[in-house]
């Protein structure tokens, strides 16, 4: 093809205590939940752990938690939580009206994650005038200051720059504060002035032809011949992709797909969304496309062939050369992709002579990558000896010495026992029983927390519209709206999460970590202790599969959950769920014990026997037993997997 030499509608991806027993030894006088006589009342500044108005002792009942008092005028606060209370029960169906029933008569559509804004002041700017209407160095100006903000890189999915010099750009939700707090800055002389865009992405701009019932004969017959294109370049036996000189294939020039930029640009995603569906796992993908040539396709930026890193992120070996690359800037969007690159070739390429230093940040880029242009700059060795190194420099969890679990009357062992299996399996009875009108239930999502490297984490959409995470939702208002009051409001939101399956307490408690002591000044739901009576907080730490209801695909992840729990209201369950404050994010297993003198001389006899029947030094053993879980075989076998690429370092010293 006569393939892209501008930057035409770019398409990026998103780059951008030791476990303790249910029963716990100590004993503490007061422990369990009963009535309190006296004593200052303690209260949560969020609300979170007062869910219920306490009578003063003088008696006099002035004022509700929503105003409803017999004198004086209500307050700012006061109306605002009478507000919002209004809204939760529109949003989630109240009276009157049955949430199910309107989720139901709602078009069966997936989930979006992700959300698009238009960006107006383009046409008063100085990019105006380039070649691309100031398309590219609009989307470089909104990432660069988006990632600023959030102190994390932030990308542009897809961008579309209309004729009127409107730029709709498409983000991943978790970036869309970001991309908003960029409204109003200075642009290339001119103010960029940015909002969303309801209804999603239109389908008329959608670049890639996807396979799907219904095609025309005409499609089916385009499509047949975009496949003949890939597979006489495809070479199975060397693994390679051959995508060179497009512009000189005679099919691509016969069907006039290479006519202009866009066309060409256009072509090439096309040829991707084929790969995808020709090998459509990652592990097909890995195993079929090592390397990928590209050379001589007069490419000068690229976000023209960005789908590649989307299609094969697992590349080994990748040739650039005879293309138009001048700077460093041209590769940038390529950053933090092709992780597992061994060769890039820039041979012909501008940058050889305007960035004569370009090696030293191409290394930072791609870790593993050895040869650079035909000119080795790594060796194996050196690579496994950095990656042993950032090994052995990571941080090591905070050393678990124990929960803090008092739990006398065995009061907390069998709230959680009956509650994780009633959560995963009957959540509207679990409601009615474990909860009343002042009980609360807040959700928090933390998108950006270690995570295990390799494991795919589950969308975040289904849990996004109900987070209070104060970090993130910081006006009054909505932190008062995002705090669900009431044992039906509560049955009716848990309605829409997602399917859960935790781990059985008794049986996989090493999956959990539980911390559980008394806690003074409950609200009394009797009235009769006006000064609060005792209860108990419990902080659960776990893990849980999910079933993600957009695309049926299982996942873990992990959680907090924090209870409150008090006595219950006279002719009702004698325990209630007084606040319970759920914090998710990716998951993690949870950090293990302490291990024991046996268990530390144990695994210093592994280290020492892996030494001897390896040569490797002691440090390297810990590593390596350590990476495998204190496997002994698996370690063995790890040794003999990495043994070629290992550095004399490594090795202990022979006489």
């Known amino acids: 093809m006569a393939p892209p030499t501008g930057p035409r509608n770019p398409t990026t991806t998103q780059s951008r205590n030791t476990r303790s027993t249910t029963r716990g030894t100590a004993n503490t006088k007061g422990a369990g939940i009963s009535k309190r006589r006296s004593g200052p009342s303690r209260i949560d500044r969020d609300g979170d752990l007062t869910m219920g108005a306490v009578p003063a002792p003088n008696g006099d009942n002035k004022k509700s938690a929503t105003g409803r008092g017999r004198s004086g005028p209500r307050t700012t606060r006061q109306k605002a939580v009478a507000a919002a209370e209004q809204k939760i029960v529109r949003h989630l169906g109240g009276a009157g009206s049955d949430l199910a029933a309107r989720i139901s008569d709602l078009p069966k559509k997936k989930v979006p994650v992700r959300k698009v804004f238009k960006v107006l002041g383009l046409d008063k700017s100085k990019a105006a005038n380039n070649s691309d209407r100031g398309e590219r160095s609009a989307l470089e100006f909104l990432e660069k200051k988006a990632s600023h903000i959030g102190g994390r890189k932030v990308t542009i999915v897809k961008s579309h720059l209309d004729r009127d010099f409107t730029l709709f750009i498409m983000i991943n939700e978790q970036d869309a504060d970001e991309i908003i707090k960029v409204n109003n800055f200075q642009f290339a002389g001119s103010t960029l002035i940015i909002g969303e865009v309801d209804g999603g992405w239109p389908s008329h701009w959608n670049r ?171 060796t194996p060795e050196q690579i496994a000896a950095m990656e042993a190194a950032k090994a052995a420099s990571r941080p090591s969890p905070l050393p678990q010495h124990g929960a803090d679990f008092r739990d006398q009357s065995g009061i907390a062992e069998a709230f959680l026992t009956q509650f994780i299996p009633m959560y995963d399996s009957d959540r509207t009875q679990l409601a009615s029983f474990c909860y009343d009108e002042t009980s609360t239930f807040s959700l928090s999502v933390t998108t950006h927390t270690p995570r295990n490297q390799g494991e795919a984490v589950l969308p975040w959409a289904a849990y996004l519209r109900y987070s209070r995470n104060l970090t993130k939702i910081t006006h009054t208002a909505a932190r008062v709206q995002r705090l669900v009051r009431g044992a039906k409001m509560i049955s009716e939101m848990w309605k829409t999460l997602p399917v859960t399956k935790h781990p059985d307490l008794k049986t996989e408690f090493g999956k959990y970590i539980v911390d559980c002591h008394p806690l003074s000044g409950i609200p009394d739901p009797s009235g009769n202790s006006p000064m609060g009576v005792d209860g108990l907080i419990i902080s659960l730490h776990g893990e849980f599969e999910e079933i993600d209801p957009s695309s049926g695909k299982t996942g873990k992840r992990s959680f907090t959950r924090t209870f409150v729990l008090g006595p219950g209201a006279p002719g ?84």
């Open 208 to 378: 890639e032809m996807k396979s799907k019932p219904g095609l025309s004969a005409d499609t089916k017959e385009r499509k047949a011949q975009l496949q003949q294109v890939l597979g006489q370049r495809y070479n199975i036996e060397r693994k390679l992709l051959d995508l060179s000189a497009l512009g000189q294939d005679p099919i691509l020039i016969g069907m006039g797909y290479l006519e202009d930029k866009e066309r060409a640009e256009k072509t090439f995603k096309v040829l991707m969304a084929i790969c995808d569906e020709t090998f459509p796992t990652a592990k097909a993908k890995r195993e079929a496309v090592e390397s990928v040539s590209l050379a001589n396709n007069s490419i000068d930026w690229v976000g023209q062939v960005f789908a590649l890193a989307e299609t094969f992120p697992d590349l080994k070996h990748l040739d650039l050369s005879g293309n138009q690359f001048n700077s460093l800037k041209s590769l940038g969007r390529w950053r933090g992709q092709f992780r597992d690159l061994e060769t890039l070739l820039l041979n012909e390429n501008p940058i050889q002579v305007a960035e004569p230093n370009h090696q030293a940040e191409v290394l930072e880029w791609f870790p593993k990558l050895t040869t650079l242009s035909n000119v080795q700059v790594r």
């Open 572 to 655: 009702q369950s004698p325990i209630r769920v007084v606040s319970d404050l759920l914090s998710l994010r990716a998951h993690s297993p949870v950090p293990q014990a302490t291990p024991t003198s046996s268990e530390m001389e144990q695994k210093q006899q592994m280290v020492a026997e892996l030494s001897k029947q390896t040569n490797m030094n002691p440090q390297y053993s810990e590593m390596c037993l350590n990476e495998v879980g204190w496997d002994f075989t698996k370690a063995l076998a790890k040794f003999a997997e990495i043994r070629p690429n290992l550095g004399p370092e490594v090795f202990m010293a022979t006489a």
